[in-house]
């Protein structure tokens, strides 16, 4: 069992693999830490039709009914959290989905809300920090973010899921991308075959 896993969901579509990453990361017995931009809620709202209320947040907001384990939500804009400060230890970080204006601060090591901030917090502590952006095409200044984000430590690991690994649903392109991360933060999962298991 690793420290406490954060993650970030931002303004990128892709709101289902963050809900899927917490279920799973919350089945394995992870405690998860979590902030939402106001952008992310909106995303969330219009990509799985789910009324998250960012003031007063309830596990089941985003998970359902299936909400087991130790989620603790950190508002965006509360940098009193445990997770704006490095002497919260961490098994690491993910933003996911990322957006275009999240990866641009990290890059630029601005901290203007919590999930800025945590995420420079991993980057300062040299711990794990994943981030998963959704962007196509990708214009220069993105490139560079991702290239300068990349060389201060992060992973960038975006939401394209490979199509070899026996697709039937949707279901299981998100898994293979929330397996990537998974793999990341070093965290054992078979959500999917892996490449030269037996059929
Ligand atoms: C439905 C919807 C989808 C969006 N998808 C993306 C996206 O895939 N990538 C991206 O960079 N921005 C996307 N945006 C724009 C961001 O939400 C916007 O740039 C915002 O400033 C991001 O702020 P945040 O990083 O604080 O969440 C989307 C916005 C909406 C409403």
Same mark, same amino acid.
Request: proline share 7%; with cysteine.
């Given at each position: 069992?690793?420290?406490?896993?954060?993650?970030?969901?931002? &303004?990128?579509?892709?709101?289902?693999? =963050?809900?899927?990453?917490?279920?799973? @990361?919350?089945?394995?017995?992870? #405690? /998860? !830490? %979590?902030?939402?931009?106001?952008?992310?809620?909106?995303?969330?709202?219009?990509?799985?039709?789910?009324?998250?209320?960012?003031?007063?947040?309830?596990?089941?907001?985003?998970?359902?009914?299936?909400?087991?384990?130790?989620?603790?939500?950190?508002?965006?804009?509360?940098?009193?959290?445990?997770?704006?400060?490095?002497?919260?230890?961490?098994?690491?970080?993910?933003?996911?989905?990322?957006? &275009?204006?999240?990866?641009?601060?990290? =890059?630029?090591?601005?901290?203007?809300? @919590?999930?800025?901030?945590?995420? #420079? /917090? !991993? %980057?300062?502590?040299?711990?794990?920090?994943?981030?998963?952006?959704?962007?196509?095409?990708?214009?220069?200044?993105?490139?560079?973010?991702?290239?300068?984000?990349?060389?201060?430590?992060?992973?960038?690991?975006?939401?394209?899921?490979?199509?070899?690994?026996?697709?039937?649903?949707?279901?299981?392109?998100?898994?293979?991308?929330?397996?990537?991360?998974?793999?990341?933060?070093?965290?054992?999962?078979?959500?999917?075959?892996?490449?030269?298991?037996?059929?």
């Amino acid at each position: 069992m690793l420290p406490p896993i954060v993650i970030g969901i931002t &303004g990128a579509s892709g709101a289902r693999y =963050a809900v899927r990453l917490i279920e799973v @990361l919350l089945r394995a017995g992870q #405690e /998860v !830490h %979590l902030s939402i931009s106001p952008s992310g809620r909106e995303v969330i709202r219009q990509e799985m039709g789910l009324e998250v209320d960012l003031d007063a947040f309830r596990p089941e907001m985003l998970l359902g009914a299936s909400g087991e384990g130790v989620l603790r939500y950190h508002p965006y804009q509360d940098f009193m959290a445990p997770i704006a400060s490095g002497s919260f230890v961490t098994g690491g970080m993910v933003v996911c989905p990322c957006s &275009g204006t999240t990866l641009s601060a990290i =890059a630029a090591g601005a901290s203007g809300n @919590l999930i800025q901030r945590a995420a #420079e /917090v !991993h %980057l300062k502590e040299r711990r794990r920090l994943v981030l998963v952006p959704r962007e196509t095409p990708l214009s220069l200044p993105t490139m560079d973010n991702m290239r300068r984000a990349h060389q201060a430590g992060a992973v960038l690991l975006p939401a394209s899921p490979g199509w070899y690994h026996g697709v039937n649903r949707v279901d299981d392109l998100v898994d293979f991308v929330v397996a990537r991360i998974l793999d990341q933060l070093e965290i054992k999962n078979e959500l999917i075959p892996r490449w030269g298991d037996a059929p």
